[in-house]
């Protein structure tokens, strides 16, 4: 039996093509390639400066410095997310200060970000555009902290704000917002990451951070030598994504259009086989934000039950017999607050919203390659297993 995985990239001779053409080019690393994987980004998401970076992860780190994150400061974020929105937040030296969510649309409770902006006046809030909802950013961005919107999920999702339309990443209520390219995202790198702003200081700033702290901006240098002469200014990384991989993203980025509109199909035909029975009642879709035009990162369902115990239990015996006919579903994801390292960090405080969310959820098969036939497959499947 074909093995249906939770995400996957759809990778093709074109990309290929662009790959192996990369490789006979003068640049592997730190050339024009970049660039224009950059400018293809800035069409995609409609920011003004996009900055490409070895990961999601290094994406958030930069954020996080580029916002002035430091020791004695805080960050908040959403705990229903993977550790990296948190762990960005602890490479600069933040503390980083969890909140729960809404557990029908798996979103940071706006209820509980107040409380915790009220008791920890962050210097910066990450929130998660979780399965590829955008969060309400709007809402978000009246605290006055920095706000990094995490839209690993989101790349092509929209959302709508005093009658207008916005996009995933465009920053119009955000300072930055960051992207991943691994390759169950939208579209692939192999590992790969961008930071997008309106903002050129902050941009200047990303692009120095992502090269060591290396600056040869004339204004910038406190001396020169000569044309070869560079300068060290802060403590940056090497973050760089390499030529090679901004030639596949650049390949992936004129099918991203077609990527996005399949995700949309897919989950429009789940959504009209779980409205109908044998579901009604056994297991609801994740309900998508008003006013948002879902990406579809993740298409995940929920189950219902009694208590807590007997839907986690549910949603294992599903799990299991879905891996036994090759169907991998996932569990998006361990809540960071359960997570040990993050224990000395969440001392004290509950999640409730995210703990009935993750004793229930279940991402199913959601990726572009996925056929008509495989979703009937795991639907047909998961409706056998449910009136079993
Ligand atoms: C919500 C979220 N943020 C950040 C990241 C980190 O991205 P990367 O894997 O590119 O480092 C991921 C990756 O899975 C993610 O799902």
């Excluded at 039996?1 to 790959?19: C, E, N, S």
């Excluded at 409380?115 to 006055?144: M, N, Q, S, T, Y």
């Excluded at 390949?251 to 509109?261: C, D, I, N, R, T």
Aim: glycine content about 10%; proline content about 6%.
């Amino acid at each position: 039996m074909k093995p249906l995985p939770y995400g996957k990239q759809l990778i093709d001779a074109d990309d290929i093509a662009a790959v192996a053409e990369q490789l006979g080019d003068d640049w592997l690393t730190q050339g024009p390639t970049v660039a224009k994987f950059e400018a293809a980004l800035c069409e995609i998401t409609g920011a003004k400066f996009a900055v490409a970076m070895s990961s999601g992860t290094a994406a958030l780190h930069l954020a996080c410095l580029a916002a002035g994150v430091g020791p004695g400061d805080v960050g908040v974020t959403s705990t229903n997310t993977f550790v990296a929105s948190a762990n960005g937040i602890r490479y600069c030296g933040g503390t980083p200060r969890m909140v729960d969510i809404d557990a029908e649309t798996g979103l940071m409770s706006l209820r509980a970000l107040d409380e915790a902006v009220r008791a920890v006046r962050p210097k910066v809030i990450v929130p998660v555009d979780f399965a590829g909802a955008v969060a309400d950013l709007p809402a978000i961005a009246k605290h006055g902290a920095v706000v990094i919107e995490d839209a690993a999920h989101s790349l092509g999702a929209e959302y709508t704000h005093g009658g207008r339309s916005y996009r995933a990443g465009s920053c119009a209520h955000t300072q930055m917002a960051i992207l991943s390219f691994h390759p169950v995202k939208h579209l692939t790198t192999g590992e790969g990451g961008a930071v997008t702003t309106n903002d050129p200081a902050l941009d200047a700033k990303l692009r120095e951070l992502r090269t060591h702290g290396i600056t040869r901006d004339p204004q910038r240098l406190t001396r020169n030598d000569g044309p070869w002469y560079q300068e060290q200014q802060s403590l940056g990384y090497n973050y760089r994504l390499t030529d090679l991989q901004c030639a596949l993203g650049l390949s992936q980025a004129k099918k991203f259009p077609g990527f996005l509109a399949r995700r949309r199909q897919i989950a429009a035909q789940y959504d009209a086989a779980f409205a109908k029975a044998p579901f009604v009642g056994q297991l609801v879709p994740l309900r998508v934000r008003d006013g948002v035009t879902s990406a579809y990162h993740l298409y995940v369902v929920r189950f219902s039950g009694p208590s807590l115990e007997a839907i986690a239990a549910r949603r294992k015996a599903v799990y299991m017999a879905l891996r036994d006919a090759a169907i991998f579903a996932q569990v998006h994801y361990v809540p960071v607050h359960a997570h040990p390292d993050y224990a000395p960090f969440v001392a004290g405080q509950q999640f409730p919203g995210c703990d009935a969310y993750y004793a229930s959820c279940l991402s199913l098969p959601m990726y572009p390659a996925l056929t008509d036939g495989d979703v009937e497959r795991v639907v047909a499947t998961l409706g056998t297993i449910v009136s079993g």
